[in-house]
C-alpha cells in the first residue's frame, strides 16, 4: 500500500511539474509576440521597385514597347509641369487623328531590358510584391484606357513572362488619382514586361492624353 500510495505521489509531482514547465514566465509570452511580429514584418516587407520615379530615378522598366507599330504616340519621359511626385513624370499623347487611319489603337510597354519581347533573357524576380500602384490623370479629363497591365509579354517565346494581371476599362480625370493593381497569387519569378496601357480611336474620337507618375511594385 505504501508502494502504490509513493507511485501515485510521483505521479502527481511529475504532472506539476509539467505544468509549470508550459506556462511561460511573466513577460516571455509579450516578448515571443513581439519577436513574431518582427519576423512576419520582415517577411511581408517588400521595398518600392520603381517602374518609373522620376527621369533621373533609377527606373528599372524602359517604355519601350510600342505597340502595334509605334506610330501615333510619343512619351515624354521628363514632363515637369503639375506632376505628382518629384520632379518629372510621363505625359502621354495619343495622336487620334493618326491612329484613325492607321490600326485604330495604340500600346505602350515597359520592358526589361529594352525592345524585349521576350526573345532575350531579362526581366526581374519581383516575388513577394503584392500590388503594382501609379498615378494617372488625363489632360482634359474621359480618357479611357482599355487595361493597365503587369507581365503577360513574350507569349511564345523563350523567355516568357511568368504570369499576368491587369485591370480596365479605366476612365481618367483631369485630377491625380492612385491605382491599384492587385497581384497577390500571381506568380512574379519573371517578369520582362513591368507595366503596359492599350488605348482606342473608337473609345477617345477627339483627344487622348494622359499623364503617369510614381508607378511603383510593392
Known amino acids: 500500500m505504501r508502494k502504490v500510495t509513493a ?12 505544468s509549470a514547465c508550459s506556462k511561460d514566465t511573466p513577460g516571455t509570452a509579450g516578448a515571443r509576440t513581439a519577436q513574431a511580429a518582427v519576423v512576419t514584418t520582415a517577411v511581408k516587407a517588400f521595398p518600392p521597385f520603381y517602374v518609373y520615379q522620376d527621369k533621373s530615378s533609377r527606373n528599372r522598366f524602359t517604355p519601350s514597347g510600342y505597340m502595334p507599330d509605334g506610330q501615333c504616340v510619343t512619351v515624354d519621359d521628363g514632363w515637369q509641369n503639375d506632376v505628382k511626385e518629384g520632379k518629372t513624370c510621363l505625359r502621354i499623347v ?36 503584392t500590388r503594382l500602384v501609379f498615378w494617372a490623370k488625363g489632360e482634359m479629363g474621359g480618357e479611357r484606357l482599355e487595361e493597365f497591365r503587369v507581365g503577360g509579354l513574350g507569349a511564345n517565346q523563350n523567355y516568357p513572362d511568368s504570369d499576368t494581371v491587369s485591370i480596365g476599362p479605366v476612365i481618367l480625370t483631369k485630377q491625380w488619382k492612385e491605382y491599384t493593381i492587385d ?9 520582362s514586361g513591368g507595366f503596359e496601357w492599350v488605348a482606342n480611336v473608337d473609345a477617345n474620337p477627339h483627344h487622348c492624353t494622359l499623364y503617369l507618375d510614381d508607378i511603383r511594385f510593392e
Open 7 to 18: 507511485y501515485f505521489a510521483g505521479i502527481l509531482i511529475l504532472a506539476a511539474g509539467a
Open 94 to 129: 495619343y495622336d487620334v487623328v493618326c491612329s484613325a487611319e492607321g490600326r485604330k489603337w495604340v500600346g505602350v510597354y515597359w520592358q526589361n531590358p529594352a525592345d524585349n519581347w521576350g526573345a532575350r533573357k531579362g526581366g526581374y524576380n519581383l516575388t513577394g510584391a
Open 183 to 191: 497581384l497577390r497569387g500571381k506568380d512574379l519569378s519573371y517578369i
